[in-house]
């Protein structure tokens, strides 16, 4: 998917002063695309309304918030735009106020039609958006939007909240361009060491997995009982002399005066060097490019052709599955049984992996949502949206689960145990899920 020409509106000499930190760390480009994106919101339930603020806050030009659901005494308890005065009006109108006040350079405008009425309408207003986002809606109604969306060359998102379980889902078409926020191979950093846990040596290689080390002694006390200190090493590439590491003091033992250590500053070659080399221009980086799935097609894929699937991920796969054959209400459970034996067998996983109480308790959750966990996924799922508008960066390929307690899938079919792959984030409860056919 290409980029979506606007008219291009120039950062003001406020705004710049503003995004002055954002645009040093991705550039005056990105910045600049961010403010001309024209970003519509759809449900701003407690994971919508996290969405939407830090969107605003990252300095996109337009948002539009469409959610004509009465806000109710459930919403004050957990929605972050949402006070006691504003029960029974509409949670879009209670948002508006507040996201304007977070930032007078975004404009932030309601839409008075439900996604419903706008995927209806003759005129196809979805068009004139580079990006929307739908929160908290149901899985049919999330594929309407996506094909909508991929037929207008439009960015889509869909998040789901599910208690302390959520979900979100990324379609930026079939030809997304970025570049990636990676360095050049030429100035690449030599690969990180791991160490053996059999012999504690150290090697050099790239690793998909984290590197878990056997506990080693602790260094033996001083005459006080004080551990010594970590050493620094420090290393100065422009004199000989100096190639020797030089290490500071330990941490003192009672009785010995503490001492002042003074470090040479860096010698005017080097300083002269380093100026000279930041002032070369460095080639742009070549643009890249990534080819999504629809949702409906990012749904069919077979568990056990992909690397890790989160157990939760394949939960709501099976309550979708079972709300579309037996409708949202349904309690039959012969249905629910057979729904799950045919996925496991058209997914090639072992029948016990998912349970009809797994099924039930995830359905009593969906649309209900745990402040703290949205406010964790909404602000993963603002971040990958700058990154889609921004295109700089490499953008989420193409599920984010959060919350999964059960060890996910591996490619046998049979739960993955053991060190995590490099598909789990840093946020620990959180993992990326490539479903992509193949």
């Known amino acids: 998917m290409t980029e979506k020409v606007s008219t291009a509106i120039q950062l003001s000499d406020a ?28 449900g701003i339930s407690p994971l919508g309304a996290e969405v939407a603020k830090n969107v605003v806050l990252a300095g996109a030009g337009h948002v539009v918030i469409s959610d004509p659901t009465p806000a109710s005494k459930t919403d004050y308890g957990t929605h972050l735009f949402v006070s006691e005065g504003d029960i029974g009006k509409s949670r879009a109108v209670c948002a508006q106020d507040r996201l304007q006040a977070m930032n007078i350079h975004c404009s932030v405008s309601v839409e008075p039609r439900s996604i419903e009425e706008l995927l209806e309408s003759e005129d196809a207003p979805l068009r004139e958006y580079t990006l929307v986002v739908l929160c908290d809606a149901a899985f049919g109604l999330q594929c309407r939007v996506d094909e909508c969306c991929r037929a207008l060359g439009v960015l889509f998102f869909a998040g789901s909240s599910y208690g302390l379980r959520s979900v979100f889902f990324a379609d930026l078409g079939e030809r997304f361009e970025y570049v990636a926020d990676v360095p050049a191979p030429s100035e690449a950093p030599p690969a990180p060491a791991s160490v053996s846990a059999s012999s504690g040596s150290a090697t050099t290689g790239a690793s998909d997995d984290v590197v878990l080390l056997d506990d080693e002694p602790s260094p033996a006390p001083g005459p006080t009982g004080a551990t010594p200190a970590d050493s620094i090493v420090l290393l100065d590439d422009d004199e000989e002399e100096d190639k020797a590491p030089r290490r500071a003091p330990s941490a003192p033992v009672d009785g010995e005066d503490d001492e002042l250590v003074v470090l040479e500053s860096t010698p005017p070659e080097r300083e002269a060097k380093e100026a000279e ?12 490019m990534l080819c999504y799935p629809s949702l409906a097609q990012a749904w069919r894929v077979r568990w056990c052709t992909m690397r890790r699937v989160p157990h939760f991920f394949c939960v709501l796969q099976a309550l979708h599955r079972f709300q579309a054959a037996r409708g949202e209400a349904s309690t039959d459970a012969a249905t629910l049984q057979s729904v799950i034996a045919s996925l496991a067998e058209e997914h090639g996983v072992p029948p016990s992996f998912i349970t009809p109480q797994d099924v039930w308790d995830l359905a009593r959750v969906e649309g209900i949502a745990f402040a703290p966990v949205a406010a964790i996924v909404g602000g993963m799922l603002a971040q990958q949206v700058i990154v889609a508008v921004s295109r700089k960066g490499t953008p989420l390929y193409n599920v984010f689960a959060y919350g999964d307690s059960r060890p996910p899938l591996g490619p046998s079919g049979r739960p993955a145990m053991g060190r995590r792959s490099r598909f789990y984030t840093l946020e620990g409860d959180g993992v990326a899920v490539r479903a992509v056919p193949e």
């Not at 954002?22 to 961010?34: E, T, V, Y």
């Open 15 to 42: 705004e710049a002063a503003i995004y002055d930190r954002q645009i040093r760390i991705w550039g005056l480009d990105a910045q600049q695309r961010i403010r001309n994106s024209r970003i519509l919101i759809c």
């Open 277 to 288: 080399e930041a002032e070369e221009p460095k080639a742009p980086a070549a643009p890249q």
